[in-house]
């Protein structure tokens, strides 16, 4: 059985100010695209199908002409669960139409899917509480599927009244999945777990969150340890993190996706993909790494003047960029213009004053406004409310930023 991994579209995000649907759009199509080419039994989404818990029309009709295409008119198992960015009811509404091209939607933990069979033979044999069961043309065995969509300790004590928030939320999906693959999970078919968590490896370093993410989990407060894997399950395919990685740890791969496009400058040069996972009864799933074109890549770059800035400007035409540039003064009007007249792209300018004008209070405070926004927040903070800004106010306003 062939299955393709995808995750974090992040469907009706900007870059900044700018515009990304037609980007969006061309990676769906290469994502349909993969599914054809290499003749996948199975879609898997983990997760933020969109940015945010009400996208915008032009993002929800992209995200459902995307998965009835990956559905291919009920020939081929498509499932989708929510991430922290989408709203559960959001997720799951569509699901009594979306079945019918042998699309199912999972939005909360708990989600108990409904259905028959699809014209195209994809079926649903049997399912209770985070627990699908797929028949897929071609396969004369099932597909077994744990999915967990978004599973903090404020969404769990929402649906299933799980109280302590770090602790509570990994034993109750230690012991969840485990009664699910001891019930489930033998070697009669192939068994996926498919969440969209904060996953590491016990007492090890929890992994880097990209910049839109790090509010959401402070301190990795949320991570789930690796471990909690059961045995039976013989690949976890996971959202939430943008960078297509390995987590090790278990007895099967547990893998990230990662996102089809770069969506914050912290992810400038990576190479996006995804996953395509052969797997049959009793085996250890096999992945490959499909890579992903389209959409214009993040790049960033800090130069000492205009002159240099302009240069690699124009190298880099068909990217995204964020710019520093360093110089003695502020930048004059003609300097600006000869900047964005060399690139339509720039979508973060950073300019470093080293020379004149440096110990003077108000050019310090522009300075600083441009450079240190957050330390402004904490000095602001202190003054009014006589007290440090803590590590969670901090994150509050990382998240405020980050949605500007």
């Known amino acids: 059985m062939r299955i393709l991994h995808t995750s974090d579209w992040h469907l009706g995000k900007r870059?900044?100010?700018?515009?990304?649907?037609?980007?969006?759009?061309?990676?769906?199509?290469?994502?349909a695209g993969v599914a054809r080419s290499e003749g996948v039994d199975a879609v898997v989404v983990a997760g933020d199908l969109f940015d945010t818990f009400n996208p915008p029309n032009e993002a929800a009709g992209l995200l459902y002409r995307t998965l009835h295409e990956l559905g291919d008119g009920g020939r081929r198992l498509v499932v989708a669960i929510a991430g922290n960015h989408d709203s559960p009811e959001r997720v799951a509404a569509p699901g009594v139409l979306a079945r019918e091209c042998g699309v199912f939607l999972a939005g909360s933990p708990l989600e108990v899917l409904v259905g028959g069979r699809t014209e195209g033979g994809v079926?649903?044999?049997?399912a209770e509480e985070g627990f699908a069961e797929f028949r897929v043309p071609?396969?004369?065995?099932?597909?077994?599927?744990?999915l967990t969509p978004y599973a903090n300790g404020v969404r769990l004590g929402r649906f299933v009244g799980v109280e302590e928030q770090a602790e509570g939320t990994r034993e109750w999906l230690r012991e969840h999945w485990g009664r699910l693959a001891e019930r489930y999970c033998d070697g009669a078919g192939v068994n996926v777990l498919a969440g969209h968590l904060l996953m590491a490896r016990d007492a090890e370093e929890v992994p880097e969150e990209p910049d839109d993410e790090r509010p959401v989990n402070i301190g990795g407060?949320?991570?789930?340890?690796?471990?909690?894997?059961?045995?039976?399950?013989?690949?976890?395919?996971l959202g939430h993190l943008h960078r297509c990685q390995s987590v090790g740890g278990a007895g099967c791969p547990v893998m990230y996706s990662g996102s089809p496009l770069c969506y914050s400058f912290s992810e400038a040069g990576q190479e996006k993909c995804v996953l395509v996972v052969d797997a049959e009864p009793g085996g250890r799933a096999e992945v490959r790494r499909v890579p992903l074109r389209s959409g214009r890549r993040l790049a960033r770059g800090r130069f000492e003047g205009v002159d240099e800035a302009v240069e690699w400007l124009r190298e880099n035409g068909e990217k995204w960029v964020e710019l520093t540039v360093a110089t003695e003064t502020y930048l004059t009007a003609a300097e600006m213009r000869r900047l964005n007249g060399a690139h339509d792209g720039i979508v973060s300018f950073v300019p470093e004053v080293t020379g004149v004008g440096r110990g003077n209070e108000r050019v310090e405070s522009i300075y600083r406004l441009r450079t240190d926004v957050e330390g402004l927040f904490a000095a602001y903070f202190r003054e009014r409310k006589g007290q440090e800004a803590g590590e969670e106010m901090r994150a509050l306003f990382r998240e405020l930023l980050s949605g500007m």
């Open 15 to 31: 870059l900044g100010e700018r515009e990304r649907g037609e980007e969006q759009r061309e990676v769906m199509e290469e994502i």
């Open 123 to 126: 079926e649903l044999m049997r």
């Open 138 to 146: 071609g396969a004369d065995y099932p597909l077994r599927l744990l």
């Open 221 to 237: 407060a949320d991570a789930v340890w690796t471990s909690a894997v059961p045995e039976g399950v013989q690949y976890v395919a």
